[in-house]
């Protein structure tokens, strides 16, 4: 199944895992339910543990710890003194403790985590708030992606990069640091509301988002980007995502202005049991728009006047080429052109092949399916087919420039690629 003439151009730029790159999270932990002792938390032995410790041992055992952590992060006292602070809520009494030790306790309840050791995939890319500086033609844009470490857990990663339409592609190399957020806001894991403030990160590739709720606590998967633009002008960036429980999945919404603050809330409603959602960059007649696929199988449209809020919908591309025979759904959120909404699409079809096509969804009313790719026009290629998970090429949301499309696109659940093409290729190549 393959195309008369190649509809992508394919760049050399590949991102792979990097499992120097670690983030500090905390380490929490307790007794197995028979030998739990009410009163005495397995959090107020070990701090009882470091309070034994005279100035000599404590110095030395502050000394080799700043030793380690100092050679990738930053502010490490500082970062301690706040693990501590959220340790001490969880002790029954007050304890008395000087600075020393109160860095030692943190550290005792802290863990570096490589967030991206094992994978790095599954990108979507925006548009970036800022665009001075850039060459003339040129666009700034910002990549999320999806990074894998120890348990299989996921969190969330970002690059910066610089595209010249109908040129090259550039990914500023990643900081060796990397930041986790502070919370400014409660934590409700009945509704996912979250506050994150990444105001320690210093550029973006610095910021890490990894599980902090319940329902998030294997992961934080395949966030979707979009430059949102509401009836007011007013932009907002969006970002859907799966959280997976570890025993359940369910979709959450990422919010921002700035990549600096991000607000984290539940989807709810009938329609807001299903992977893969993504939001149109606009309302439309009022109403903001999303793309699902409810019934694992096709694409649903969804309407609201609450962008948390999804019920109903209903389908409007479902499989029908061999590539898609098992299940198709999109592959980020839909793109304005002047023909109508552009999608990128995934199809699953023969030994769980994962495949990328493209269809045309009227601009007035996005219900009405006008074109599709009756081919894929991106396939995994024989020296792309090996990784995690084989056989898979899957984007979360491709970028616009003029007539130009940027499509960053994972491999196999193990490294991310690159590839551009035209609007005019894609619509030529549809029926």
């Known amino acids: 199944m393959l ?114 050791a094992a994978a790095l995939f599954n990108p979507s890319a925006v548009a970036a708030p800022d665009q001075s500086g850039v060459p003339e033609g040129a666009v700034r844009f910002i990549l999320s992606l999806r990074g894998i470490g120890e348990g299989h857990v996921s969190s969330v990663t970002f690059r910066t990069g610089i595209w010249m339409p109908g040129g090259a592609i550039t990914v500023d190399r990643a900081s060796p640091a990397a930041v986790p957020p502070t919370i400014d806001d409660g934590v409700d894991d009945a509704i996912a509301a979250v506050t994150l403030n990444c105001g320690g990160s210093r550029e973006i590739s610095e910021t890490v988002l990894f599980p902090m709720l319940p329902s998030q606590r294997q992961g934080i998967e395949d966030l979707r980007l979009v430059r949102f633009t509401d009836d007011d002008g007013s932009v907002t960036y969006y970002g859907t995502y799966t959280a997976f429980s570890g025993a359940s999945a369910r979709p959450e919404l990422l919010s921002g202005t700035d990549f600096r603050n991000f607000r984290m809330c539940a989807l709810t409603g009938d329609a807001a049991g299903a992977k893969g959602m993504a939001l149109f960059p606009r309302r439309i007649d009022g109403r903001y728009v999303m793309l699902g696929r409810q019934d694992s199988e096709s694409i649903w449209l969804h309407t609201s006047d609450d962008i948390l809020h999804w019920e109903g919908g209903g389908k409007i591309v479902s499989p029908r080429y061999p590539w898609e025979f098992v299940q198709m759904g999109n592959c980020g959120s839909p793109i304005e052109i002047d023909e109508g909404w552009l999608v990128l699409t995934h199809g699953v079809g023969t030994v769980r092949n994962y495949c990328i096509g493209a269809c045309l969804l009227d601009k007035a009313d996005p219900s009405k399916l006008l074109a599709r790719t009756p081919e894929p026009i991106l396939t995994p290629s024989p020296d792309e087919r090996d990784g995690y998970v084989p056989n898979v090429v899957y984007s979360c949301g491709a970028m616009i420039a003029g007539r130009e499309l940027m499509i960053p696109y994972g491999v196999a659940d193990n490294f991310a690629a690159f590839a551009t093409t035209t609007v005019d290729r894609l619509l030529k190549c549809m029926e």
């Open 3 to 116: 195309q008369a003439e190649p509809v992508l151009d394919h760049h050399d730029l590949i991102l792979r895992p990097d499992p120097s790159r670690t983030v500090v999270r905390p380490f929490e932990l307790e007794y197995p339910g028979r030998f739990r002792i009410e009163g005495h938390p397995r959090a107020q032995a070990i701090v009882d543990r470091i309070l034994t410790l005279d100035e000599g041992a404590l110095e030395s055992e502050l000394k080799q710890l700043t030793h380690s952590l100092d050679e990738r992060h930053r502010d490490v006292d500082d970062m301690l003194r706040r693990r501590y602070d959220e340790v001490a809520k969880l002790l029954p009494g007050q304890v008395a403790v000087n600075d020393p030790q109160r860095r030692l306790i943190g550290a005792y309840f802290s863990e570096e985590f490589s967030f991206e």
